[in-house]
């Protein structure tokens, strides 16, 4: 497969699989089918080997969000903040920087930019750099809007549809957010570094206290919308949200989107960690491991639909216009479907305008609603033919929950 190829995260993961097997192989004497029999039977030694050791963290306070997020605005857990969708009902496109969700491995740290310095070193460049806030700004830079999305948006509903509990937070459908993300393109910065053509990975690594880092190829950093972002929603970056330097890698999980950058790797070898080793992977049944991860890599995420109102909510009888967003890694949606009566019937919603590849669309409908108890749901179909199903398998970290959802509204006269 060739570079030009790797755009996809779940192609990219495979190629280099393939290629880790065969230098194995080789350096031991097998043969290929005698070393995925061996993986087969020790993959987490394998996988061991292959990442970067964890560093041993303190204990994180249980409140670790430097923006005010009160209870009206936002689900807690912890480190992290769910945005609650019905405060977006009466909102324009971009998710205000207020309302949008936190999702933190550690608390949030807190960086000077004049001391904040940006490490650009590894085997496949000629110039190993070092940048300071005011080199990066100095440098071109562009405006996208797109959407970043934890790869566990929905895992509350693999306990609440299935009845088995992910560990993790237990997001229902906040764990996202479309904003207009302005920053310097990566490649800028890889240019001038000298990167030679025997690259292969890229690495980004983060200065919170686990130093989160996941690898990307070297074709999608290059990528036009693979941004190191200084701004957002045309404000200085938020602490919470990677200030002073945070990458946007669109259609990949929110994980691959490092915040707080504070080094580079440029490598001619592929590159692995344990957060595309042990952590953002499938772990099931229906989801055979691959080595050196535990299961198959969390790669683009899914089509999901959410309205635009509180969990439970409570509505007087008479005429709502109802809304909502559904959005794909994909593509655009082309097509949105509501039912009001728990599935039995769907009816076409409105789309509005703009409807951005890799952010989301805006709809709603209308909705005579008699006293009674409803569970709305509503399906979206992207411009690649993704709809979403009725089900998903369940996996052990509860990521990528794409199903329908079934929204609980009771209606009364008064």
Known sequence: MLERDLLTEQAYKQTRVDELVWK?????????????????????????????????????????????????????????????WENLYSRGYLVPN????????????????TTWRLRVEGSAIKRPTTFSYEDLLALPSVSVTRAIECAGNGRHFFEAVQGKKAPGSQWRLGAIGVAEWTGVPLREVLDRV??????RDVMLEGLDEKRVRRPIPITKAMADDTLLVYAMNGQVLPPDHGFPFRALVPGWPGVANIKWIGRIEVSDQPLFSPWNTEDYVMIGAAYPPQSPSKGPIVTSLNVKSAFELAWDAKLLAGAHLLRGRSWSAHGTITKVEVSLDN????????????????AWVR????????????????????????????SVPFNEKGYLYGAVISHPVSVSRS
């Not at 000298?194 to 690259?199: F, P, R």
């Not at 006293?371 to 690649?384: F, K, V």
């Open 194 to 199: 000298g990167v030679q053509q025997t690259a």
């Open 98 to 113: 207020e309302l949008f969700f936190v999702r933190n491995h550690t608390s949030t740290p807190q960086i000077d930019s």
């Open 363 to 390: 709809w709603d409908i209308n909705w005579n609603a008699r006293p009674g108890n409803y569970n709305l749901q509503a399906r979206a179909t992207d411009d690649q033919g993704n709809t979403q199903p009725v």
């Open 24 to 84: 194995h192989t080789r350096s031991l004497g097998l043969s290929r089918k005698r070393f995925l029999q061996l993986v087969a039977a020790g993959a987490g030694t394998l996988a061991g080997s292959l990442t970067h050791a964890r560093l041993s963290q303190p204990a994180i306070a249980a409140d670790t969000v430097i923006k005010s997020t009160p209870p009206d605005l936002f689900y807690s857990y912890g480190s992290n903040r769910e945005m609650r």
């Open 343 to 358: 599935g039995k019937t769907w009816q076409l919603a409105r789309l509005r305008d703009p409807n951005i590849s890799q």
